[in-house]
C-alpha cells in the first residue's frame, strides 16, 4: 500500500500535541512515552489498521491491544486524532468520571480493547485474541503494543513460545524499545538484546527498525502484514523518548515526566513551531 | 510444621510395618465410603454434552488435559481444544483473549496453579473485564498426598477477595455434571474446584438440583447443622448418620457456591435456636466456607454455638490421603469424634 508519507507525518504531530495537552491538564503523565511512540501509533492507525473511528466496536477492526496501560495518554491521542474520542473530551484527562483515566482500562474507554497496566498480559491475551479470529475465519489483525521493559516479564516469553506454535500469522507485536524504564535504562535494569534475535528464536518473523522514522516503519507494518510464512510477526521500534521536544528529550529522567507550568506551554510551542504542513 | 520440626517427627518415629503402610495416593475415589457408586470425569462427559449443543464451547489445558478430565472433551472436539503446555499465565490470558472474541472458554489446571502462579492474569484479563471464562481446576484443598506444591489448601481464600468471579465447590459427580452445566449457562467467570477421575456418587440419594448461588439443606436435625460444601459434604452426611446411631441428631446443609453465598439460605437454618452449627471445608480454616458463613451470620445478627471443621493453617504433609485427612480432622471419623468432643463440653 502506498502510503501518505507527509499525511502520516501530521497525524504523528496530531498525537504528539494531544498528549502534550493533556499532559498539561495533570501537570503530570507519561508524555515522554507518548512522543516516543507517536510515530508508531500514527503508522498503526493512519495507514496499517482497518477500523471504523465511529464503530469501533465493528467486528471487522484489526484489534490494537496496549498492553502498557501506562501508555493510555499515547493511545487517547491517537484515538482522538482518529476521531474515536472527541478532542474536547481532552481536557477531562485523569480527572473524575473521565473515559481517560491515567491507566488504560477496557471498560472505560472507547477503543481500547485490554486493561493493561499489569505488564506482561498484553501478549498473552492477543494470543487468544488471535485464536478466537481464526476459529471465525476473520482475516483482522491482533496488533499488541508492549514496552521493552515488559520483555523483564516471563508471560511475554510464554506467549511468544505460544504464538509461534499455534502458527499466530494474524498477531502483530510492537515493542516500544525506548531503553527507560522506571528503575533506569532498560539495559542496565535487566538487558532484554538482543531482542530482535529473541523474538526469531522463538520462531517470529521479526523486524528492527527505526521507531521514530516513518518510512520504515511502513515499511516494517507492510512487510508484517504480507510476510508468507505462517508465523506470528514482530517489530521492534527503536524510538526517541520525548521525541519532537528537544528540550525534554535531552532530560536524564523521562520514564514519568513531571516538568514546571511554564514547560508545558514552552513543550507546546516547541510543537507547534515544528507543526509539518 | 517448619523443616525443623518436621525432621524431628521423622527422627522420633518408629518405623509402620510394611503390610500396613498405605501409598501416597490422589485417587478421589478414595474420598467416598466404601461401597459409593463412582462416574468417570464427569466434567469431561458434560462438557461434551454442553459443546454438541453450542459451538462456542472450547476447551484449554496447560498440560493437564489428562489430569482435569478434559481429555474426554480433546477427544470428541479435537479442532476446539487448545493444548497452551505448561504455561497457566499464557493460558489463562489466552482464556479471556478467546472470550473477547464471543467464544466460551474452559480452561483447566491444578487449583493451585491458577490460585498461587496466574493469579494476577485472572484478575486482570479475566476478572476485572467480567469474561466468560470458566476456570475449572483439580486437586483442590487436601486431595493428594503430593505436599503443599500440589495441596491448594488456600484457593476459596485468594479467590473470593475477586470481584465478578463465582466460586463453585461441588461435592461429588452428580453435583460436578449438574454444575458444569450451570455455570456454562452462567455469564461471567466462574472458579469451580474439580474433584477428577473416578468420583463418587451421593448426591443422588436425595432429590438433588446443583443450582448457582444456593445452599441447600439435605436433611433437618435438632441438635447440629452441618454446614459444608465440596467433598466435605460426603463426609458430613457419613458424619450425620453415624451420630445419629449415637442419638444425635444432626443436619446437612450443602453449601456449594462460596460466592457469592447463599447468605438467605444460611441465615434461615443457622438461626434455628439451640443447634450448633459446624461448618466443614476441605480448605483452610483462614478465609474459606468457614470464615464466610460467620462473617455472614454476624452480619445478620445470627449467634449460634458455632466450630469450623477445616485444614488447619499450616503447610500439610505428603503421605496418603486417608491418613492425611484423619490427621488434619476431615475425615469422617474424624468429624465424628470432633463433634462429639463439642457437644460434650
Redesign the interface.
Do not use: N
Given at each position: 500500500m502506498s502510503a501518505d508519507l507527509p499525511a502520516l507525518a501530521r497525524h504523528a504531530w496530531g498525537i504528539r500535541h494531544h498528549a502534550v495537552r493533556m499532559g498539561a491538564v495533570q501537570k503530570q503523565g507519561y508524555v515522554g512515552q507518548a512522543l516516543g511512540v507517536a510515530d508508531v501509533l500514527a503508522v498503526a492507525y493512519f495507514h496499517a489498521m482497518d477500523m471504523h473511528a465511529d464503530d469501533p466496536e465493528w467486528e471487522g477492526r484489526d484489534r490494537f491491544l496496549l498492553s502498557i496501560g501506562h501508555y493510555a495518554i499515547a493511545l487517547y491521542a491517537a484515538l482522538i486524532e482518529k476521531g474515536v474520542i472527541p478532542a474536547l473530551e481532552l481536557e477531562t484527562y485523569g480527572t473524575d468520571d473521565s473515559r481517560l483515566p491515567m491507566s488504560g482500562?477496557?471498560?472505560y474507554t472507547p477503543g481500547m480493547?485490554?486493561?493493561g497496566?499489569?505488564l506482561?498480559?498484553g501478549?498473552?491475551?492477543?494470543?487468544?485474541?488471535?485464536?478466537?479470529?481464526k476459529?471465525?475465519r476473520s482475516e483482522c489483525f491482533i496488533y499488541n503494543l508492549m514496552s521493552d521493559g515488559e520483555l523483564g516479564e516471563?508471560?511475554t516469553w510464554?506467549?511468544a513460545?505460544?504464538a509461534a506454535?499455534?502458527a499466530l500469522d494474524n498477531l502483530i507485536c510492537l515493542v516500544d524499545f525506548n531503553n527507560q524504564q522506571a528503575d533506569g535504562c532498560s539495559r542496565q535494569v535487566l538487558s532484554s538484546e538482543p531482542v530482535d534475535q529473541k523474538f526469531e528464536a522463538f520462531g517470529w518473523y521479526t523486524q528492527r527498525v527505526d521507531g521514530n522514522d516513518l518510512n520504515a516503519l511502513v515499511e516494517a507494518f507492510d512487510r508484517a502484514r504480507h510476510h508468507p510464512e505462517p508465523v506470528p510477526r514482530a517489530i521492534i521500534c527503536d524510538t526517541t523518548m520525548c521525541k519532537g521536544v528537544p528540550f525534554l528529550e535531552a532530560r536524564e529522567i523521562a520514564h514519568f515526566v513531571r516538568v514546571d507550568e511554564q514547560e508545558w506551554a514552552l513543550a507546546l510551542d516547541i510543537l507547534q513551531q515544528g507543526k509539518p504542513q | 510444621m517448619s523443616l525443623s520440626r518436621r525432621r524431628s517427627k521423622w527422627l522420633a518415629r518408629t518405623p509402620v510395618d510394611a503390610a500396613e503402610r498405605q501409598l501416597t495416593s490422589a485417587m478421589i475415589a478414595s474420598l467416598g465410603a466404601e461401597g459409593l457408586p463412582t462416574v468417570s470425569a464427569p466434567f469431561g462427559h458434560a462438557l461434551v454434552e454442553i459443546a454438541h449443543q453450542r459451538d462456542d464451547v472450547?476447551g484449554l489445558t496447560a498440560d493437564l488435559g489428562k489430569y482435569t478430565d478434559l481429555h474426554v472433551f480433546a477427544e470428541a472436539f479435537p479442532e476446539r481444544f487448545?493444548q497452551?503446555?505448561m504455561?497457566e499465565?499464557?493460558m489463562?490470558?489466552?482464556?479471556?483473549?478467546?472470550?473477547?472474541?464471543?467464544?466460551t472458554?474452559f480452561a483447566t489446571t491444578y487449583a493451585v496453579f491458577a490460585a498461587r502462579r496466574a493469579y494476577?492474569?485472572i484478575?486482570?484479563?479475566i476478572a476485572?473485564?467480567n469474561l466468560d471464562v470458566k476456570m475449572v481446576c483439580a486437586l483442590p484443598g487436601l486431595t493428594t498426598g503430593y505436599g503443599p506444591s500440589h495441596q491448594a489448601t488456600e484457593d476459596l481464600a485468594i479467590f473470593r477477595g475477586l470481584p465478578n468471579l463465582t466460586i463453585v465447590d461441588p461435592c461429588d459427580a452428580l453435583e460436578i455434571h449438574q454444575a458444569t452445566h450451570a455455570i456454562a449457562a452462567h455469564k461471567g467467570p466462574v472458579y469451580m474446584r474439580l474433584l477428577r477421575g473416578q468420583v463418587p456418587s451421593i448426591l443422588d440419594q436425595y432429590d438433588y438440583q446443583f443450582e448457582l448461588g444456593k445452599a441447600q439443606l439435605l436433611e433437618d436435625g435438632a441438635e447440629v447443622l452441618f454446614v459444608s460444601s465440596g467433598f466435605m459434604t460426603m463426609r458430613t452426611i457419613e458424619a450425620m448418620r453415624l451420630l445419629r446411631v449415637d442419638g444425635i441428631h444432626c443436619g446437612v446443609l450443602h453449601c456449594p457456591t462460596i460466592k457469592p453465598l447463599d447468605v438467605a439460605t444460611l441465615v434461615k437454618h443457622c438461626a434455628k435456636p439451640g443447634r450448633l452449627v459446624v461448618t466443614a471445608e476441605n480448605h483452610s480454616v483462614i478465609g474459606g466456607l468457614g470464615e464466610s458463613v460467620a462473617s455472614a451470620l454476624l452480619q445478620n445478627g445470627v449467634t449460634p454455638a458455632f466450630r469450623m471443621i477445616g485444614l488447619p493453617d499450616e503447610f500439610l504433609d505428603a503421605g496418603a490421603l486417608p491418613v492425611l485427612h484423619d490427621q488434619y480432622g476431615i475425615s469422617t471419623d474424624a468429624v465424628v469424634r470432633q463433634v462429639k468432643h463439642w457437644l460434650a463440653h
Open positions: 482500562m477496557a471498560s480493547e485490554i486493561t497496566g499489569s506482561g498480559q501478549l498473552g491475551i492477543g494470543v487468544g485474541m488471535a485464536l478466537g479470529l476459529r471465525k516471563g508471560s510464554e506467549a513460545m505460544s506454535h499455534h | 472450547v487448545y497452551m503446555g504455561a499465565q499464557v489463562f490470558s489466552a482464556a479471556a483473549g478467546l472470550a473477547k472474541e464471543g467464544l472458554p494476577d492474569f484478575a486482570m484479563a476485572e473485564d
